[in-house]
């Protein structure tokens, strides 16, 4: 089998060195050497969701981060005000209905973004409110919330906690965690840090430390008790030790780069997806201003069968895109835009659309992959 180009919004390619990492021989997790290593991630992190907050990692992936967040702030019968714009939003509301809380839902149109007004409007309408909890980044739709700073000071003005969804987007779009007025920020291995699956990772402000300490907080997942390790750096249970060596190995690379480097290659590469499927006569899902900088989502042709598409883009090309997800599954693809991608990514993946397009008898506008060099030109 030839090596495939990943390129679904997640898990994604990961370089050599991440990888190689993980073939490091095995360490015990209260050792020398692994207090070291958690302390190396630590300093990376906090780089990472550019925070002085706390940090954790947990061995789940991003599901299982948000699962962890939600046992830890929601009781039954708390009040969350959750926006729902996509299938991610939906799980995440889901979450919080399986604990006992009582979600607070505003819908927008799928691919749409909920706004800051609205969110206000439910804030001033209703009383006890615990928190806001919301997806940065709808991997379904390609959304992402541009309102939220706005969001992170209409919960710091009403003494709301802001629980943020950021696993399709940390690492590939900006995310100033404390600025933004962010308590709890959760993200996951396999997306924009380039790294495998496997691992959740998120930040806890000094108020969520307030709530926490007055839940009734799951065994497993206590973040009390991860708090009460991580101070000698160690986690409670046994971590997965090769993975924790791939994010120390990923999360150097992206600190080597700079973020501001990286959220800027990632904005010009989906620049280039989104001018290049204008070009081929193809229709972006998400609204212009809300367009998504990791995660691409357009409409397949209305006589060309989605999954032939992919699995002749695979076949022929070695190129993975996805298909749609939720209630779009069967009008949208998705292309991860996301980790290492670069102008080599994108036009590989862009002919490949391209020349299978044609193959299946599409007529296409233009040049696809001319329209992407074009805006490729403007990378470092
Ligand atoms: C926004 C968002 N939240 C949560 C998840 C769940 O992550 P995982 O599949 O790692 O459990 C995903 C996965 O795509 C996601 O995109």
């Not at 095995?26 to 550019?50: G, K, T, V, W």
């Not at 990923?250 to 501001?260: D, S």
């Not at 599954?329 to 996301?338: S, V």
Request: aromatic share 6%; hydrophobic share 40%; glycine share 8%.
């Amino acid at each position: 089998m030839n090596e495939k180009l990943i390129m679904v919004p997640g898990p994604t390619n990961v370089p050599e060195r991440v990888m190689r990492a993980m073939t490091k021989p095995m360490i015990s997790h209260r050792s020398s050497e692994f207090r070291r290593l958690y302390e190396s991630i630590a300093e990376n992190m906090r780089y990472l969701f550019q925070t002085e907050g706390d940090i954790y990692v947990l061995t789940a992936s991003g599901t299982g981060g948000v699962e962890c967040v939600v046992g830890n702030v929601v009781n039954p019968g708390d009040k969350i005000i959750v926006p729902v714009f996509g299938l991610f939003s939906e799980r995440l509301k889901e979450a919080i209905v399986r604990r006992g809380g009582r979600p607070i839902i505003t819908q927008t149109r799928w691919g749409a973004a909920p706004k800051a007004d609205e969110i206000k409007e439910v804030v001033e309408s209703e009383e006890d409110v615990k928190a806001i909890a919301i997806v940065y980044n709808e991997t379904s739709t390609g959304v992402t919330v541009r309102d939220l700073p706005e969001i992170g000071r209409i919960a710091d003005e009403n003494d709301m906690l802001l629980i943020v969804d950021a696993v399709s987007i940390l690492g590939g779009d900006d995310l100033p965690v404390d600025k933004w007025n962010i308590d709890i920020c959760v993200s996951a291995s396999q997306k924009c840090l380039a790294c495998p699956p496997g691992l959740a990772l998120f930040s806890i402000s000094e108020k969520a430390w307030e709530t926490i300490e007055t839940v009734q907080r799951p065994f497993y997942f206590d973040i009390k008790t991860m708090r009460r390790f991580g101070e000698r750096s160690e986690t409670p249970f046994t971590p997965a030790i090769p993975l924790f060596y791939a994010l120390d190995e990923a999360l150097k690379m992206i600190r080597e780069e700079g973020l501001k480097r990286r959220f800027s290659r990632h904005r010009i590469c989906s620049e280039a997806f989104y001018e290049a499927i204008e070009a081929l006569g193809l229709k972006i899902f998400p609204e212009e201003p809300v367009r998504s900088q990791t995660v691409i989502t357009f409409r397949k042709p209305e006589k060309i069968d989605g999954v032939t598409l992919r699995s002749r883009m695979n076949k022929d090309y070695d190129v993975v895109i996805s298909g749609g997800a939720g209630r779009i599954r069967d009008e949208t693809l998705r292309i991860g835009c996301m980790g290492i991608i670069s102008e080599r990514e994108t036009i590989i993946t862009v002919n490949a659309l391209e020349n299978v397009l044609k193959d299946l008898g599409y007529e296409t506008e233009s040049s696809g992959v001319e329209a992407a060099r074009r805006r490729l030109r403007d990378l470092e």
